[in-house]
């Protein structure tokens, strides 16, 4: 004899539609999960590039004020957006360094080209230079404020910092 089971074999239309709900559900909040990830990563991205590039012209600054033996521009106690140098070695003096569109440059000398301070990934939207009141070691405060180049415009791509910092010749 067979033995009759009283449920019937096979999954039901609501289970099938119950389990299409809870995958789609699942579906959708890990591909949202995964595009948070990513916008945060692409920010994260955008300031390490903002930071880097201002650690390294802050580090080429120092290097070219302290071997500076005074500062032409700008004159004690006024700001401005150059900066120029009297540097020791005379085929490189005066070193200016100045803004050039959105990238910060370096002059040495009449004779030698340009070279940018800044790279295409980031924006220069401001510098100043102060020099100091003399006092017994000169000195000039840099401020320049940094951004990412974001050609798409997206908010996760863009980040902007300003930097200050003060630099005293060495004698």
């Known amino acids: 004899m067979k033995r009759f089971s009283q ?4 999954t039901s ?4 539609v119950l389990t299409v709900t809870l995958i789609t559900f699942l579906g959708i909040v890990a591909i949202d999960f995964a595009r948070m990830l990513l916008e945060q990563s692409y920010h994260i991205r955008a300031q390490q590039e903002v930071v880097s590039t201002a650690d390294v012209v802050t580090r080429q600054l120092e290097s070219l004020v302290h071997n500076a ?3 032409i521009a700008p004159a004690a106690g006024t ?27 370096l002059s040495e000398g009449a004779a030698l080209a340009a070279l940018p301070l800044t790279n295409s990934h980031v924006t220069v939207t401001g510098v100043q ?7 017994s070691i000169p000195a000039v405060r840099v401020q ?3 951004s ?8 996760e791509g863009s980040y902007t910092q ?10």
């Open 7 to 10: 449920h019937p074999v096979g």
């Open 13 to 16: 239309l609501i289970e099938v």
């Open 69 to 71: 033996q005074s500062i």
């Open 79 to 105: 700001s401005g957006s150059v900066l120029q140098l009297l540097l020791p070695d005379p085929p490189h003096s005066p070193a200016t360094v100045s803004l050039n569109g959105t990238t910060l440059q």
């Open 129 to 135: 230079f102060t020099t100091l009141l003399p006092g």
């Open 144 to 146: 320049f404020t940094l």
């Open 148 to 155: 990412t180049a974001n050609p798409q415009s997206s908010p």
């Open 162 to 171: 300003t930097f200050t910092n003060t630099i005293r010749l060495i004698r």
